[in-house]
């Protein structure tokens, strides 16, 4: 598993509760409905976008690469959001995006 936020890990430690169930609550969603891994990460990375969460765009985008995104589809779930959340977040969303897939090995 990748290694998890400090913000995050941080939460879970002193919130043992909380976390389960938001994570019961996260599995609980993907679990309600035929929407594969991938594209599920796909649609919560565009969300991330719009609310211009950098965590959890980077979080999706991890988890959508491992679920078998291609870097390009994630450029694109993202380019398709600028005529609804406008070009400056678009971009903003798109170096966050950066921060996570030049990480990768190639």
Do not use: C
Not at 60 to 67: D, E, F, G, P, Y
Not at 95 to 100: N, Q
């Amino acid at each position: 598993m990748a290694e998890l936020p400090g913000q995050y890990t941080g939460i879970k430690k002193r919130f043992k509760k909380l976390l389960k169930a938001v994570e019961n609550l996260g599995k609980a969603t993907s679990d309600s409905g035929p929407l594969d891994e991938k594209t599920s990460h796909l649609i919560q990375l565009a969300a991330a976008a719009a609310i211009r969460s950098e965590g959890a765009l980077h979080s999706h985008t991890r988890r959508a690469l491992k679920a078998g995104a291609k870097p390009e589809e994630i450029y694109h779930t993202i380019i398709l959001l600028t005529s609804t959340i406008g070009f400056p977040t678009v971009s903003a969303a798109l170096s966050w995006a950066d921060d996570v897939i030049k990480k990768q090995k190639p």
